[in-house]
């Protein structure tokens, strides 16, 4: 029987070659730009789970109860302390990245981002198959002892086996020689735990120590660092053992702790942080569901394409169906096979489709922000997903079309009375109005969030955001002076400074402080420590008071700047030059300006003098256009101050633009995809003017014959269409309207929606079906009307 189905099909779509080649088009266009974003989620949701023990692992955050904030870090001491004190608690480590570490590879170092100072049950929590070795993850209990991920170890050590070897490296800015004591596998892609290589946590308490100015890093309650991992015993109540916190925290903290832990699951810790401050790695919740929505809409596209060609050839097929039913076929046996070609379609779709979405994966990926790849672990659930869409795209297309022709009655075939009524020919409309609202909301948001773009980066930040240049130092970095004094005679070079982070900032500090009118009232600030000139040299303008300055010199531990509001969020009604904030004195107001993203509001600040060993940045500002003279003398001038380091840099045009990287791909995304959808939608308006052209060639014979001219009857196909592009541009535009407030509520710094958006977007889908449209109505005006009459 299925055999019989299958011929059946075949046979039908060899015999309807245009309808056949025009929906695979559609089709293998659709599921391979629905497949790249299906892997996009499939990767997102599948986050951490190659980890064996996932449902014993979690992490602990730290509430703090002073800013009532929830953070991942935590103190050194919490993860043995925890150990120690609950018996369900049957592992735990610490983790921190180390910054600055580099590895020396040949003959020069190289940075590596994602080195972990952690401690040997890191190999018993999460899934890190050691591959070479003693494979006695106890080893990395040494200081010296340095664990590499295969790829990193054979970039160092190329065709060699490294374990015992020495390999030098710079950790905390010191020499050291490590040994490779152990080569594990490649962490997946999808995970929150990033590492090419592992080192003694005495490297870690070693840096917080020098940062935070103590010796006791590694037993003190009040230094929250450290992520904290534990694996939990099988049998164990989770709230169970959160409710015998508070004791616990009482025992170490005070009888007043300031802080309170709870514990997060591993699997919730990429779809679950969005509350929690310094999570590490998260998931974007909106992108996955935009992305998804967008996979939707452009399945639906494809799946009207289907259903208008379908209903556009139902006539022909009527005279087929009521043979067969005069022979005995039934309604079921009817309708399975039409549903059977419609399958058949899309599984000739799907292996063309995957062609497809494997050529565009690579520039998917970059306009994505991340590296789309077939993950080995999800192999199966990306077969089950694939094959699952394509077939319930198959049935969905087919199924109206079945439905309608298998329902027939064999009288009204024959009798022609499926010609009659405007019942199919309202729903082909409805169904175009439907294609063509999709494909005007993909350019309506597309050209909103360009303009959300370029508003973003031209507007006025409260600091210069041109001509100055960004070199990163490191931490204490002891040749500050001698090279800030050698560049600033550099010709072309107006100034230069130097800063612990660079505007625009990814994080800073943030200090607590009271509010002046309300002592109970505590206010979040952040802390920006600064050198001399810097802010003459960002052009931050100074409202009040003074800029530091060497001839204050008690500038450097008593005073501080702080800017408009700051001043209003810590309630200072007078003139706030000269008063105490803290143990500093207020010498200076600054004017307002962004120190993050426009997603975010203007923050209450407060700029310190620096200490050498806080800086981490210099900022060089220039003339306009030298950037190219300067740089060699910038470059020869660090090799003598710095041997160890190498020099990096990066302009204020491009931190600003990669903050907004995000943004611009998006519309870049969306509007590739608007593209798609009026590909496929122009596909489907062609072969659906082609049928109905040929459908309508006796009437239009018999329009000429009584003197219709050809502008006339072309004018009566265009017209119709563009009613139907009006229609579909007033129903997109409140949608879309809906949706791009939500998306611009992101940015505390919006720009409008203008008229002029949807005007374009309704200009564009009125030029593509007017283009679509035109050629069939053209031919169809031309033909002879002696020549048309002759169809019945």
Request: charged content about 15%; hydrophobic content about 45%.
């Amino acid at each position: 029987m299925l055999k019989n189905y299958l011929k059946s099909a075949l046979r039908f779509l060899r015999h309807n070659i245009i309808f056949a080649g025009i929906n695979l088009i559609g089709l293998s266009i659709a599921l391979s730009a629905s497949f790249i974003i299906v892997l996009f989620v499939i990767n997102e949701f599948s986050y951490d789970h190659y980890n064996i023990k996932i449902k014993q692992i979690f992490r602990v955050l730290n509430y703090n109860l002073d800013i009532k904030k929830t953070t991942s870090e935590t103190p050194y001491i919490l993860a043995a302390s925890l150990k120690e004190d609950f018996p369900q608690i049957e592992k735990s480590t610490n983790i921190w990245n180390m910054l600055g570490f580099r590895l020396k590879i040949k003959d020069d170092f190289i940075m590596v981002p994602n080195a972990i100072a952690t401690d040997s049950e890191i190999f018993d929590i999460f899934t890190l198959p050691l591959i070479a070795g003693s494979f006695d993850a106890k080893l990395l209990d040494d200081q010296n002892s340095i664990f590499l991920s295969r790829d990193l170890a054979e970039k160092i050590f190329p065709g060699q086996n490294p374990i015992g070897r020495e390999i030098e490296a710079m950790a905390n800015n010191l020499d050291h020689i490590f040994i490779v004591n152990g080569i594990f596998e490649n962490i997946p892609q999808n995970s929150t735990l990033k590492a090419q290589c592992f080192i003694n946590n005495k490297w870690a308490v070693r840096s917080i120590n020098k940062i935070v100015g103590i010796t006791n890093a590694d037993n003190n309650w009040n230094t929250p660092f450290w992520n904290t991992w534990v694996q939990l015993s099988k049998d164990c109540d989770v709230k169970v053992l959160e409710s015998r916190f508070g004791p616990f925290e009482v025992k170490h903290l005070g009888e007043k702790p300031h802080f309170h832990y709870s514990l997060q699951n591993l699997g919730d810790a990429y779809f679950g942080s969005d509350n929690i401050l310094n999570p590490g790695i998260i998931c974007n919740k909106n992108n996955v569901r935009l992305f998804s929505a967008i996979a939707f809409l452009i399945i639906l596209v494809a799946t009207i394409n289907y259903i208008l060609l379908s209903t556009a050839i139902s006539t022909g097929r009527g005279f087929e169906i009521g043979i067969r039913k005069t022979f005995g076929a039934i309604n079921r046996k009817i309708k399975i096979q039409l549903l059977s070609e419609s399958i058949l379609l899309a599984l000739i779709a799907l292996p063309l489709s995957y062609i497809l979405m494997s050529i565009a994966l690579p520039y998917a990926g970059v306009m994505f922000q991340t590296k789309l790849q077939i993950i080995s672990s999800n192999i199966l659930i990306y077969i089950s997903i694939y094959l699952t869409l394509t077939i319930i795209i198959g049935v969905v297309s087919g199924l109206y079309t079945s439905s309608y022709l298998s329902s027939l009655k064999v009288i009204d075939i024959f009798s022609n009375a499926i010609l009659l009524g405007n019942r199919k020919q309202i729903f082909r409309s409805f169904l175009i109005v439907v294609q063509l609202a999709i494909f005007c909301s993909f350019v309506s948001s597309a050209l909103i969030i360009r303009s959300q773009y370029k508003y973003i980066i031209n507007k006025d930040l409260g600091h210069y955001k041109n001509d100055i240049l960004m070199i990163e130092v490191g931490e204490d970095f002891k040749g500050y002076s001698a090279y800030i004094n050698t560049i600033k005679s550099i010709p072309n070079v107006i100034t230069a400074t130097g800063s612990m982070y660079s505007l625009p900032m990814d994080g800073t500090l943030t200090i607590i402080r009271h509010h002046f009118q309300d002592k109970s009232m505590e206010v979040p600030t952040k802390g920006i420590f600064v050198a001399y000139d810097f802010l003459t040299t960002m052009g931050i303008t100074i409202l009040k008071g003074r800029d530091f300055s060497p001839e204050f010199g008690s500038d450097l531990d008593q005073s501080v700047i702080i800017n408009e509001t700051a001043v209003k969020r810590l309630g200072i009604i007078d003139d706030p030059v000269g008063k105490k904030l803290g143990n500093q004195t207020i010498i200076g107001i600054v004017k307002d300006f962004n120190i993050f993203s426009l997603r975010s509001d203007i923050q209450p600040v407060e700029i310190s003098l620096s200490h050498g060993k806080s800086i981490q940045q210099i900022e060089v500002r220039y003339k306009k256009g030298a950037l190219n003279s300067i740089l060699p003398e910038l470059k020869t001038e660090w090799k003598k101050v710095s041997t160890d380091r190498p020099f990096s840099f990066s302009t204020i045009e491009d931190l600003i633009k990669n903050q907004y990287t995000s943004e611009k791909n998006l519309s870049s995304i969306i509007s590739i995809f608007a593209l798609f959808s009026s590909l496929i939608a122009a596909f489907g308006l062609f072969g659906l003017t082609l049928f109905v052209g040929r459908s309508r060639i006796k009437e239009i014979g018999i329009r000429k014959a009584f003197g219709s001219s050809e502008n006339a009857i072309v004018y009566s196909f265009l017209s119709n269409n563009l009613i139907l592009v009006v229609t579909a541009a007033l129903i997109s535009t409140p949608v879309t309207i809906y949706f791009m407030r939500t998306w611009l509520n992101n940015f505390a710094f919006k720009t409008n929606i203008n008229a002029s958006t949807f005007i374009i977007s309704f200009i564009i889908a009125a030029v593509i079906v007017f283009l679509t449209v035109f050629i069939h109505a053209y031919k169809a005006s031309r033909i002879n009307p002696v020549e048309a009459l002759r169809h019945v």
